[in-house]
């Protein structure tokens, strides 16, 4: 695993800091995102998931070749998961070609910021799931801080009937349609325990993610755009669940739902970097965020049309045999184009 070393380092810190025991254990054909076994205080952890967060980084800045790229990359790793072994090599030679698109117009240093920026995401994500197990464990903990975070977002939605200052934080919010969507947040947030434990494992996250970033940086303005990135995570996870569930479901109502829980989420974790970010770069801050709010998702839906046919056949048809050989044949394939956006050469 790329960086392994570095994440099980966090691991450890956290757990001098929180007196957890949690272990971090990779599975390269796992689910993209980490999965947590709550009693036994394991994070399984798919190393690939950074290469994901890598492209979704690059599509911030190439809409086309990057979103091409995010759906062969998603779709490859479905078709192994159902043992599809003959579609999924078409979808790695499609996946290469776009990298080989992509490094026709990304600059090499360009792929190597959105790398590094990805390490940080990363890193985001892990201790939001490590926040879990240790909420898990301290029951009484997570009952007196979800009392402190409901008061404060009691607080904040007030303001949002005002017109600052969390109004002036956010451009978008003009837009009727951007001010109903930050309404809805924060009174889901107010209700429902269940995203109130997210929002908890978020600020853990962010804080001690915040403190990697002033260990490794000292100037603020890469410091803001860094922490934009890392808000940029939620929407990237959202979109990705999204694209899942048009691949092997179109549930249009669990697709809503994901939707408003993770935009509640990226709502509050907004404000709440806010206020870490520097004084003389929180115009640019703000305006990263703006940006990708403002794009949304739906370039990611532009190449759905050109892979139909995986779709279908990836949804339709029935799970195929499973081949040890045929899974390491193509693993090692994958090896090679991945390597290729770490910064390597072709």
Not at 30 to 59: H, Y
Not at 209 to 234: G, K, R
Not at 302 to 329: A, D, H, T, W
Request: charged letters at 30%; glycine letters at 2%; one cysteine or more.
């Amino acid at each position: 695993m790329r960086n392994k070393s570095q994440y099980e380092q966090i691991a450890e810190i956290y757990n001098r800091e929180q007196g957890t025991h949690i272990v971090l254990r990779e599975d390269e054909n796992g689910s993209m995102t980490p999965v947590i076994e709550l009693d036994t205080q394991e994070v399984v952890f798919n190393p690939r998931f950074q290469t994901l967060l890598t492209l979704f980084n690059i599509a911030t800045l190439h809409k086309q070749e990057g979103s091409k790229a995010i759906h062969h990359f998603l779709l490859y790793h479905l078709a192994i998961r159902k043992n599809m072994y003959g579609k999924a090599e078409e979808l790695l030679d499609l996946l290469n070609r776009d990298i080989d698109d992509l490094y026709e117009i990304v600059r090499k240093e360009d792929i190597r910021f959105c790398e590094i920026v990805a390490e940080y995401q990363t890193s985001f994500i892990l201790i939001h799931e490590f926040s879990h197990i240790y909420y898990y464990t301290h029951p009484r903990a997570l009952d007196e801080n979800r009392c402190i975070l409901k008061d404060n977002l009691i607080g904040l939605r007030k303001q949002l009937d005002t017109d600052k200052p969390l109004l002036a934080r956010m451009l978008h919010f003009f837009i009727p349609s951007m001010r109903y969507a930050q309404e809805h947040s924060f009174d889901e947030a107010i209700a429902s325990p269940e995203l109130q434990e997210e929002l908890l494992c978020d600020d853990a996250a962010w804080r001690m993610t915040y403190h990697l970033l002033q260990s490794n940086i000292t100037d603020s303005e890469p410091c803001a755009q860094l922490s934009a990135y890392v808000v940029f995570t939620l929407y990237y996870i959202e979109a990705q669940r999204t694209l899942e569930n048009i691949y092997l479901t179109d549930d249009k109502k669990q697709r809503q739902k994901d939707l408003m829980f993770d935009t509640s989420r990226s709502t509050v974790l907004v404000n709440t970097i806010w206020d870490d970010v520097p004084q003389e770069t929180i115009k640019q801050y703000q305006s990263l965020v703006n940006d990708i709010s403002r794009m949304g998702r739906l370039f990611l839906l532009l190449p759905l049309r050109s892979n139909v046919e995986y779709i279908g056949y990836i949804r339709l048809m029935p799970k195929e045999k499973f081949s040890l050989k045929e899974l390491k044949r193509l693993d090692a394939i994958y090896s090679k184009v991945d390597e290729r956006l770490g910064g390597y050469d072709k």
